[in-house]
């Protein structure tokens, strides 16, 4: 991994990666408030409460964002699959909410989860010697945890 240029010389390319990633996933929620309602679901005991999930997902695009970034930044010849792999992991995150929500708890809102994780998962070689993108993606993937988690549990209570 090459070394990084100052974060300076690279900060008009991190605003458009955190405004892309937070615009997707606001797009995402408006377009979710058409749908069910997530009080009138059963859940289980862990589920966050309903305004809970706004500014967990908006830290979450935020760090995958910042990771996107770095991607960029310093992946060399597998940037662009890289990339390609991290844009795939973002816009399944973007469409769990209407997933979830426009169509209901579903094995398909599942599967845009599970699919989501394993994108993450084909970062970590890549990224693992980038200290900052390792501390991001950890909570990346316990919130992802946490979403696997309630989606299965709520799809089989409903």
Not at 14 to 37: E, M, N, P, T
Not at 42 to 61: C, H, I, Q, S
Not at 89 to 107: H, K, Y
Not at 110 to 119: D, E, F, I, K
Request: proline letters at 8%; glycine letters at 10%; charged letters at 10%.
């Amino acid at each position: 991994m090459r070394s990084y240029p100052a974060a300076h010389e690279d900060a008009p390319v991190l605003g458009v990666f955190i405004s892309a990633s937070v615009l997707g996933g606001a797009f995402g929620g408006i377009i979710s408030k058409q749908g069910i309602r997530y009080a009138e679901l059963a859940k289980p005991w862990f589920a966050p409460p309903e305004w809970a999930f706004a500014p967990l997902w908006l830290a979450t695009f935020v760090a995958l964002a910042i990771v996107g970034w770095r991607v960029w930044r310093s992946c060399g010849p597998f940037r662009e699959l890289l990339l390609a792999i991290w844009g795939v992991q973002l816009v399944l995150n973007w469409l769990w909410p209407p997933i979830f929500l426009l169509f209901g708890p579903s094995e398909l809102a599942l599967m845009t989860v599970l699919v989501s994780g394993l994108g993450l998962l084909c970062l970590i070689p890549a990224m693992w010697q980038d200290d900052l993108s390792k501390k991001l993606l950890l909570p990346c993937f316990g919130w992802l945890g946490v979403m696997f988690g309630l989606t299965g549990t709520i799809v089989a209570m409903n």
